[in-house]
């Protein structure tokens, strides 16, 4: 069997499920359980609905739903019913004027539960065998509402008992991604993008031959076409290359998707929706060698650069187990590091702690921050013992400024800093040099 999971461009509206549900049908000998998100632009609106009616702005946040609605009923009726309950919680909202991560995980909900009953009634009005399955039931998380942590196990015990059988019986199912439960049942969410995620957690938990992402691009890019319009699609790449990418700014893949998928060796695909007969780009454990030691540029903006200088770090040990702490304490993820004898530089790209962090890294040491920066990203296979790569790369942005650098931690990335204000320049000149010629076994140009 397969996983396909189709974003929210793909099932944006009527039309776009219909071509959705025909590639699905293209491949029922394989067995598909499909994975779909919500429709495009549905979370985002229905977040902002919660928002206001937490704000006591009751009418903006029904008028939204009232346009949720008419989108939804005009692809499935009975849908009605689940904006009735939608619009009981704003009010209650509003009463309350509370947004709790807990609420917004049931807010966000009702994308993915509604488009996935939408798609397959869709499948079922096209003259196919297909079952919805509440994605609830099936993903068991814990407690973290807004970015919840599946529990893999049991997710596959349960799929086994609710998807298997009608899987086995010749039935396409369908589920919402994103959304889950705890084990009690309380709705949570697994963070955005979370529907890629969904997809190769389902994947790896019933062992399918392959994961399908259908998006709206051809595939994994040389670079984001937006800024380097001669960017090729990527045919091959490894499973760590692919994940280097998502997590440093190539948004075709969610950072997490890999990590089942390589637990199992499951190649995933990414491929385009609107161009089916595309082969996209296929992730998989060992990608074929290729002559371009680099596949990929990746760019992530927002970038902040925390400094903590610090005399007492001179030949002192715990300094730096301190100081992760205090982001552990926060929650808060960092990105990229280095170090000199006396500072500390970290970066970061969730910046909603911070203030408090600051405060408690003074005891520290001296603090700075530096923001609207970029993460620059050149992602390949073994670059950590391929001589001259550092000098190739540095030597074609010679003329921008390169603020922190991370090279050697790991063998398929090297990352540096930059203004945001030169993040594309940086981009270019370094595509326009390390893909002046490519290996077309591996590289696709753009048509």
Request: glycine share 8%; aromatic share 6%; with cysteine.
């Amino acid at each position: 069997m397969i996983v396909m999971k189709f974003g929210g461009t793909s099932v944006e509206d009527g039309a776009a499920i219909d071509r959705s549900c025909g590639i699905v049908a293209e491949r029922i000998s394989r067995r598909p359980l499909v994975v779909v998100s919500a429709l495009g632009g549905a979370t985002n609106a229905l977040l902002e609905a919660g928002r206001l009616a937490a704000d006591r702005q009751l009418d903006k946040a029904i008028a939204i739903a009232d346009a949720l609605e008419k989108r939804h009923v005009a692809l499935l009726a009975s849908t009605s019913e689940d904006f009735a309950r939608l619009r009981e919680l704003l009010r209650a909202m509003s009463a309350i004027g509370e947004f709790s991560l807990r609420t917004q995980d049931l807010v966000a909900s009702y994308g993915e539960a509604l488009s996935s009953q939408i798609f397959t009634h869709r499948l079922k009005m096209l003259g196919h065998d297909a079952v919805h399955l509440d994605a609830r039931r099936a993903m068991v998380t814990d407690e973290t509402f807004g970015k919840a942590v599946p529990h893999p196990d049991e997710t596959a015990a349960r799929l086994e008992g609710l998807a298997r059988p009608h899987i086995d019986s010749g039935k396409i199912v369908v589920m919402g991604g994103y959304i889950g439960a705890t084990r009690s049942g309380i709705t949570t969410t697994l963070g955005r993008g979370g529907s890629d995620y969904t997809a190769a957690i389902v994947g790896a938990a019933m062992n399918a031959e392959e994961i399908q992402i259908w998006t709206d691009v051809d595939g994994m890019m040389t670079a984001d076409p937006r800024i380097v319009p001669s960017a090729c699609k990527v045919k091959e790449i490894s499973f760590g290359e692919a994940a280097e990418l998502a997590y440093f700014g190539a948004k075709v893949l969610h950072p997490l998707t890999v990590l089942p998928a390589v637990d199992k060796d499951i190649p995933v695909y990414i491929l385009n929706s609107r161009k089916p007969a595309g082969s996209g780009t296929r992730i998989t454990k060992n990608a074929r060698p290729t002559a371009n030691v680099i596949k990929s540029i990746a760019s992530k903006r927002g970038i902040t650069v925390v400094t903590v200088s610090s005399s007492r770090m001179l030949m002192a040990h715990g300094f730096l187990r301190a100081l992760f702490e205090v982001f552990d304490r926060h929650r808060t993820a960092v990105d990229m590091v280095a170090t000199s004898e006396v500072s500390v530089s970290l970066t970061l790209d969730n910046t909603a702690a911070l203030p408090a962090i600051q405060e408690e890294l003074k005891p520290l040491g001296e603090v700075s921050v530096k923001d609207r920066l970029a993460l620059i990203c050149i992602v390949g296979n073994n670059l950590k013992y391929t001589p001259g790569i550092a000098h190739r790369a540095f030597g074609s942005v010679k003329d921008i400024n390169i603020l922190m650098v991370s090279h050697g931690a790991s063998n398929i990335n090297l990352s540096f800093i930059v203004a945001e204000a030169d993040a594309d320049t940086a981009m270019r000149k370094l595509h326009a040099d390390f893909f002046r010629e490519f290996d077309p076994e591996v590289f696709e140009p753009p048509v």
